[in-house]
C-alpha cells in the first residue's frame, strides 16, 4: 500500500467520520455526539455569558471555553474541507473544495467560528454574532432517525401553507378591528395607555393570543363588553390553526397506512383500491 | 377604427386592468398590486396618525399622502363607473351605472373617499370614518389563488354555525355561572372589585379565556378553589369549538377529496362507490 | 257545543301555546319568544342589580319589573298546571298536576317565583335565590331546531366521559406535583407568598391553566426552569381534552353519516357494510 | 379441618382482600376503598400540614393521624407481604418474600411509611418524604375499569413520542430565537429586567405558553413588534402537540374499532377487509 493510497484512505475516513449515516459505527456516533455536545455548550456559553454577574464572576472560563471550541471547530471545519473531496460532486482538488466551501451547511460552520478570528484581530466587537453557532443545532436534523417524524411535520406545514396564510390573515384583520374598536371605547378614560391605534394594536396581541399581562386593561364599560366579544370571538379564530394542522397530520397518516386491498369473494382475485381511486 | 370603437376598446381595457381574473396579464397585476399596496399604506397611515407624537411631527405629510391616495382613488371610483357598462348586468349608460354605484363593491370604494371631501368642506369631523377604508382589504380575496382555500374556511364556519352557536351559549352559561359564584365567595373580602356581578363577568371572561389581566384576583379560599375548578372545566369548554373546527375542516377535506371508483379487474366495469353510498 | 268542549278546547290551546313544538303556529312563537325575553331581562336585571350604583339609583324600577315578571311567571305557573290535564300522563285532575307539579320543569318554574312571595311575606332575605331564574334559561333547548346540535355536544362529552376523567385526574397529579416542587425552589425566597403547599396550588392551577394573573411569579432560578418545564408539560396536557373532544366529534359524524352500500358489479344486488361489521 | 389448612385459607382471604380483581367482593371494595380514602387524606394532610397557620393551630390531630395513617399502612404492608407467597412467582417462604419487598409496588409503599419510623428516631428531618405517599395515588390505577381508557392516552404518548419530541425541539427553538431577539430589542430599554438571555429566556417561556404574568413586559416599539409576531408564530407552534394528540387518539380509535367483515349476499362467505389490507 503506497502513500497515495493511504493519503485517499485516511480522507475516506475522515468523511464518513464526519457524516453520520444511517449505518454509523461506533466512532461515528461518539465524534457526532461530542460535536453536539460541544454546539449545546456554545449555545449554554453564550447565552450564560449576557449575564453581567456570571461573565465577570466566570469571564475566564468562558473566554477559555470559546477558545475551545473554536479550536475544535476550526479543525472539523478543515477537515471537512479537506474531506470533501471524496464526494463525487466536489471531487475537484480547487473547485470542488470551493463549491463545498458556498454550500449552506459549510458557510453556516464558517460563520460560527470566524466572529472569533476577527474579533482576535480587534477590528470589531463581533461576540453577538457568536449566536449564530445556534444555528449548527440544524445539523441535529442530519439524525436518520429524526427525519421521518420532522418530515411529517413539514409536511403539513408545506401542504397546509396557504390555509394557515388566510387564518394569519383572519387573525390579523380581528387584531386590526379589535384594536380600532378599543381605541374608541378607551382612548377618553385612558389617554396615556389607550391614547393610539399603534398602542391598542400591542394590547389587542396580547388579550387575543390570550397572554394578558395586565400593563395596558379596559376599565370602562365598553371596553370591557368589548374585550368579552373580541375575547370569545378570538376563541374560535386561534383554534383555526389547530384545526388546520390536525387535518394536516391526520391526512399525512392516512398518505402513509391507506393500502386498500380486497378480495372478490367468487373468483378471488385483489382489487387494490388505492389503484383504481381517483384522488 | 372609428371614434366609438376606440370608446369602447379604452373601455373595456380600462374594466379589465381594474378587475384582475384568473388568466392577467402583466398591468392588471401591477395596477392590482398597486392599488392594494396604497390600501396598505392608508390603513398603516390612519393607525400611525392616531400616535400624537407622530401626528404632531408628521402632520404635514400624512396629509399629502391622505390627499394623494384620495387622488388616486377618486380616479379609480370614476374609472370603475364608467367602465361598469362593459358588464352585461350594468350596460345601460345610466341604471346600470346607478345600479354599480349601489353594489356592496363600489359603496365600500365611495365611503372610503367620502369623508375626505366632506371634510374639506368643514362641515364634520370626520376622519376616523377613513378607517373605513380598512373595508377596501376585502378585495384582497378577489384574488383567485385565495378563494379556494378561504372558500374552505367559510365552509367550515358555515357548515358548523349551530354547534359553534351551541358551544357559545354553553361557554356564556358558565360565564355567568362563574360570575355568580365567585360574586357570593369574594365580594364580602373584596367590596370594590368583586362588589357587583357585572365587575365579576369582566373577572370570568378574563379569567375563562386564560387572559388573566390580574386587575382582579381573587383572595379567599373559596374563591381560589372555585376559581381552579372553573379554570379546569373552561378548558374543556374552550376546546369544544377546536374539536367543532378540526371536524369540520376534515369533513370539507373528505368531501373534495373521496372519488371512490372500483374497477372490477375481471368484467372491467367501474363502481362508484360514492353513488351506492348513502350520504 | 257546550261548556265542557269549550272548557277543554280553551284548555288544549293554552296547553299547545305554553308548549311550543316542532310545527309551531305564530301565536305559539310569539308566546315563547315573549317567555324566553322575559327570562333573559330578568336574568339581566338580576346580574344589574347587584352593582350598588344601579341598585340605588334605579331600585325601583327593579322592583316594579321583578313585580311585573313575578305576575307573568305565575300566571304561566297556574296555566301550565291547569292545562297540564291534558296530556296522557297527567290526566287526572287531582294526581296528575301534583305529579306535573314535582316534575323538575315545573319545580324549577315554581323555584324562580317562590322567593318573591316568601321575601314578600318578610320571613327571610332570600333575593339571591332569583338567581335560580337563570336556570329558567334551560328551556331554550325546547325549541327543536336547536335540539339535534346540542344532542351531538352532549354525546360527544358522555361517549368521552371516561377519557375526560382520566386527563383531568392526570391534570390533577400534575399540578400537585407542579405545586409540590415550585415549595420547595420557592419557600425560602417568597415566604408569604410561596410558604406553603395549598398557596402554591393556586399558582399551579392560575400557570397551568395559562391564566397567570401576576399576583404569584416565582423569582428564584430553580423557580424559573421549574415553571419553564411545567408550562410545556402542561401544554401537553392541557391538549389532551382537546384531542378527546375532537376525537368525540368525528365518532359522532362518522355514526351519522356512514352508510356504506356496496353494488356487487356482477350479480346487481347490494351489501351493506354496516349490516355485515362488527362495530 | 387442620391449622395448615385455616392458615392458608386466611392467607389466601388476605391476599385477595388486598389485591382488588375484576370480579371483586363487598369487601373487597371496602378495604380498597377505605386505602384509597386514607391515601386522598394524607395526600390532603401532607398539602395543608405546610400552611404554618393550619400547623401551629391543628399540629397536634395532623400529627395523630399521622400515626394512625402510619399504623394502618404499617398492617398493610406486613400483611401483603405475609400473604404474598400465595401467588406462584413469589411462592417461596422467604426468596419470594424477598423478591416482593424489591418489587416496585412494595418499595412504594415502604418509602411512604419509612420516613416516619426514621424521624421517630430523631434521626434525620424526613417530614418532607412524606409526600411520597402521592406516589401511592398510582393504585387508583390498578381498579380495571380504568386501565382501558388510561390505556388510549398512554398508547397515544407513546405511538406519537417522537413527533411531539420534535414539537419539542422546536417549541425550544422558537424560546431560543425569541429571548435572543427580545434580548437585543430591551436590554438597553430595561437594562435590569432584559438585561441577559437568561432572563429574557424566562421572558420567552411565559409569553409563549400564553401565561403573561406580567412581571417582564415589552416596553419599546422593536419589542412588541417582535412579541406580536413571536406571539401569532406560538400559537401554531402551541398548536403542534394538539394537533399530534389528536391524530393520534383517532389511530387508538381505528385500531380498537375496525373490523371490517363483509359478507357476500349470495355464497354467505365472509370476507376480512383487514386481513386483505395492509396496514
Given at each position: 500500500m503506497n502513500t497515495c493510497t493511504m493519503y485517499h484512505r485516511v480522507k475516506k475516513h475522515t468523511h464518513v467520520l464526519l457524516h453520520p449515516s444511517k449505518d454509523e459505527s461506533r466512532w461515528d456516533k461518539v465524534i457526532?455526539?461530542?460535536?453536539?455536545l460541544l454546539?449545546?455548550?456554545?449555545?449554554?456559553?453564550?447565552?450564560?455569558?449576557t449575564e453581567p454577574a456570571l461573565a465577570e464572576k466566570y469571564g475566564i472560563y468562558f473566554?477559555?471555553?470559546?477558545?475551545?471550541?473554536?479550536?475544535?471547530?476550526?479543525?472539523?471545519?478543515?477537515l471537512r474541507?479537506?474531506?470533501?473531496?471524496?464526494?463525487?460532486?466536489?471531487?475537484?482538488?480547487?473547485?470542488?473544495r470551493l463549491k463545498y466551501m458556498v454550500s449552506w451547511g459549510?458557510?453556516?460552520?464558517?460563520?460560527?467560528?470566524?466572529?472569533?478570528?476577527?474579533?482576535?484581530?480587534?477590528?470589531?466587537d463581533l461576540r453577538e454574532l457568536r449566536l449564530l453557532r445556534l444555528l449548527r443545532l440544524l445539523r441535529?436534523?442530519?439524525l436518520t432517525s429524526y427525519m421521518k417524524s420532522a418530515q411529517v411535520i413539514v409536511n403539513v406545514f408545506k401542504n397546509k401553507f396557504q390555509e394557515l396564510l388566510i387564518s394569519l390573515v383572519l387573525t390579523t384583520g380581528l387584531i386590526i378591528i379589535a384594536s380600532c374598536l378599543i381605541y374608541f371605547a378607551e382612548h377618553n378614560a385612558q389617554p396615556e395607555k389607550f391614547g393610539s391605534i399603534p398602542r391598542t394594536l400591542w394590547w389587542s396581541v396580547v388579550t387575543l393570543a390570550t397572554i394578558g399581562y395586565g400593563d395596558l386593561v379596559p376599565i370602562t364599560v365598553a371596553g370591557k363588553i368589548l374585550t368579552g366579544i373580541i375575547a370569545l370571538a378570538g376563541v374560535a379564530f386561534f383554534a383555526l390553526?389547530?384545526?388546520?394542522?390536525?387535518?394536516?397530520?391526520?391526512?399525512e397518516i392516512r398518505k402513509v397506512k391507506k393500502?386498500?386491498?380486497?378480495?372478490?369473494?367468487?373468483?378471488g382475485n385483489t382489487i387494490d383500491l388505492d389503484l383504481h381511486h381517483e384522488h
Open positions: 457526532n455526539g461530542f460535536i453536539i454546539i449545546l455548550l456554545n449555545l449554554l456559553a453564550v447565552v450564560l455569558e473566554h477559555r471555553f470559546d477558545v475551545f471550541s473554536v479550536v475544535i471547530f476550526s479543525i472539523e471545519y478543515i474541507v479537506w474531506s470533501c473531496t471524496y464526494e463525487t460532486k466536489y471531487n475537484h482538488w480547487f473547485w470542488g459549510a458557510l453556516i460552520d464558517l460563520v460560527a467560528i470566524l466572529p472569533f478570528y476577527i474579533g482576535m484581530a480587534k477590528l470589531f441535529i436534523f442530519r390553526p389547530a384545526g388546520i394542522i390536525t387535518a394536516g397530520f391526520l391526512e393500502h386498500h386491498i380486497i378480495k372478490c369473494p367468487q373468483c
